[in-house]
């Protein structure tokens, strides 16, 4: 009786290839598909927070953009200095105090020099000052030219400022105990007057 003695069974190395090639082609297919999903994702969402960040940068534009503010009107005009309603003259206002003179039974006044050029310097530096000043410019320019010969020995500085005509100028001195003296004063027998924008300034002297 022959024995037969089994054939040990040898697997072919195909048996194990083909099924690990395939595994491994899937998992790298798997792998590489992975990375190419991921690297088109992460593009796509970076493409998405740009579109974010623009949208967002424009709204904040549009919300910071300057608006020009409306001029705001004040309920009342701002206060203006009286050239705007005060036109008078120097001439003028010397007229109507030489006429008020005469009414009130004295002499005009006649014309000085010098009295002139201090009713001048005074005129300006009180429309500079802005205000009448209380006639404190007036002793410094009265020294600097007192030792004129034509200088009379008594001067006297009158001032007005605000009143709308030549003639109310007048009655306002009037209405003053102390200024009343260049309309009613008959020592005073020389005078100039300079007068501009609502100021005036009244030299006198005997």
């Not at 001439?91 to 014309?111: M, Y």
């Amino acid at each position: 009786m022959k024995i037969t003695t089994p054939k040990q069974l040898k697997f072919k190395k195909v048996y194990f290839t083909q099924p690990l090639g395939i595994a491994i082609f899937i998992a790298a297919g798997f792998f590489f598909g992975y990375l190419i999903g991921a690297g088109q994702t992460l593009k796509i969402a970076k493409l998405h927070e740009s579109a974010i960040l623009e949208d967002f940068q424009n709204t904040i534009a549009s919300l910071t953009k300057t608006t020009p503010t409306p001029t705001q009107k004040s309920s009342a005009p701002a206060p203006q200095r009286s050239s705007t309603s005060v036109s008078y003259t120097g001439p003028e206002l010397w007229e109507a105090v030489n006429k008020a003179r005469i009414e009130h039974g004295v002499n005009s006044l006649s014309q000085r020099d010098v009295l002139c050029t201090i009713a001048a310097i005074r005129l300006s530096q009180i429309r500079d000052f802005g205000k009448l000043d209380g006639h404190d410019g007036f002793r410094g320019i009265y020294d600097k030219y007192k030792d004129d010969p034509t200088m009379p020995n008594n001067v006297a500085e009158f001032l007005i400022s605000g009143y709308p005509t030549p003639d109310q100028a007048v009655s306002a001195w009037l209405d003053t105990l102390g200024h009343k003296k260049l309309i009613t004063g008959g020592e005073y027998k020389w005078g100039c007057i300079y007068a501009q924008e609502g100021f005036g300034v009244a030299i006198t002297g005997f």
